[in-house]
């Protein structure tokens, strides 16, 4: 009975993960596809005689995305400190 109750969280375990990773790489993906949208608008602009809302456009998206980048490996080293901190207090008493 433990076995199969450990097979069944590892099951679990397994399809959280991979259902993670889809969603960040569907994400991904979007972000890309909105970014490349975004560029595309931004040169056309440009190109129209709208030099500086075209720049604007393209320059903001690119902060957008490196401040997302930022954010992310800020929040993933909070996030892996904070694990390293909770393994190394002791474990309180009943």
């Known amino acids: 009975m433990a076995e199969k109750n450990q097979e069944h969280r590892h099951e679990l375990e397994t399809k959280v993960i991979e259902g993670n990773v889809r969603a960040q790489s569907r994400g991904q993906w ?22 500086a809302t075209g720049l604007g456009i393209i320059i ?18 909070k996030e892996l400190r904070d694990k390293g901190t ?9």
């Open 30 to 51: 979007f972000m890309f596809f909105i970014s490349v949208l975004a560029i595309t608008g931004g040169v056309y602009l440009i190109s129209i005689g709208k030099d």
């Open 86 to 94: 909770q393994l190394t207090k002791p474990l309180s008493g009943p």
């Open 60 to 77: 903001g998206d690119l902060v957008g995305l490196v401040g997302l980048f930022v954010y992310a490996d800020v929040s993933k080293k």
